[in-house]
């Protein structure tokens, strides 16, 4: 998990701008090498093709294999202009383009992981599309407020596990990063029952969760909500991702 | 709350189907123009029209106004065919027709009130469609098992009050209906806040909570989030409800 968040606009935009070109070097590309691990790395602050006109970034999420590769990148869609009684307001549409496609769930050895980031987890539609293009595991790279991440964070986890049956992991920002800005914390994986398997506490943690397909598999075919969602009431979803 | 459960669904079938031609002299009729309040009921049995080519019931929640009136009914249009360890098989399709239509929300003075039952709560598009029909409270009458219960009831009502910006009452059965049937109860009304403002416990009993419309939009203003929504990505939840 890795971002910046700053309190002016212009101080972000002034930082470098990493994106999915990470040198081959980086201790973000060595060590998946090196330990032989895939990585989920958000919020990314990266600059896009546009960035001469917009000057505004993208807020990317960045999937690494254990070669140390890019073999996915996500960029936010649903942008957080928001203002929270206690939590002050928050425009990230001033420094920030929206993501203009939702990705298709990527195979690795662990599951077929759906890329998202923070905010995004208020829309079910999301999750339900990665879930019914395959994803098992759903990323949720997050810096949730002080405010709503006690009031929300957990039940909207667990919601998304619940009801589109996939593992969900949110690795979470924490701690204060400028005067008026604090991140909430509480890193958690929910499995597709809904029940938190780990989390870390406010602070820096670690923590560790198994990712069973077989367990997953069986609850789909205990509760097959999938076969019993109504398109002709509500539509379906839109296009399928390709 | 009424309804009944019983086991093997010839018993069910045999019993009196009651739907929403309520006799005026009933006390489900009279109590309401007699205490000057709104009365939302289901699960009710009811025999549609199709009843004798189908031998089925629709499961189907009846909404009286202060008149003792039927204003509106909504059969359920997800049915629970589901097999949970611990909880025993229950497939509702085979003694109940999925009904066929959502029903738009309608006016009283609480709210506009959208309804919904049981385990279509499982099922985000349907609430996120009502709330985008003007819906202000989401009312699930429900039965939820003793397994599902404590794992999904409380996480799922409040996700869906947090995410479609909804008062959410529940009205549940609690209590053993049979040998294999027994219902997990915890009435609760949730904010859109996602607070539980009011509950009962495992028995029967009685809950109060006040709607307050200010809050609720406020907070539509603060989290804005049907103006952040995505349609481009996957769809606008079909045709608006009429």
Chains 1, 2 share one sequence.
């Not at 999915?20 to 895939?38: A, H, K, N």
């Not at 539609?125 to 395959?134: D, F, I, T, V, Y």
């Not at 596990?161 to 909430?184: D, F, P």
Request: proline share 7%.
């Amino acid at each position: 998990m890795l971002g910046f968040i700053t309190r002016p606009p212009r101080q972000l935009l002034s930082l470098l701008c990493i994106g999915y070109r990470l040198p081959r070097s980086s201790v973000l590309c060595t060590q998946p090498r090196e330990c032989g691990i895939w990585l989920s790395l958000g919020g990314f602050h990266e600059r896009g093709q546009d960035w001469e006109q917009t000057q505004k970034i993208y807020n990317c999420h960045v999937l690494l294999n254990n070669k140390g590769l890019v073999v996915a990148q996500y960029r936010k869609t649903h942008l957080c202009d928001v203002e929270i009684p206690g939590q002050g307001p928050m425009r990230e549409s001033n420094s920030t383009m929206p993501g203009r496609t939702l990705e298709p769930p990527i195979s690795t050895p662990a599951g077929k992981v759906g890329l998202a980031i923070c905010y995004d987890m208020r829309f079910p539609e999301l999750s339900l599309k990665l879930a019914q293009a395959g994803a098992e595991i759903l990323t949720y790279p997050s810096a949730f407020g002080s405010v709503t991440g006690p009031a929300h964070w957990e039940v909207l986890l667990r919601a998304r596990a619940i009801e589109s049956q996939c593992y969900v992991i949110a690795a979470a920002q924490c701690g204060r990063h400028h005067e008026t800005r604090a991140s909430y914390g509480h890193s958690m994986v929910v499995d597709p029952w809904g029940t938190v398997v780990a989390r870390c506490s406010e602070g820096p943690g670690l923590c560790l969760a198994r990712i069973d397909l077989n367990f997953l598999r069986q609850m789909r075919q205990h509760l097959p909500v999938f076969q019993h969602r109504r398109p002709d009431l509500y539509g379906s979803l839109g296009q399928p991702l390709s």
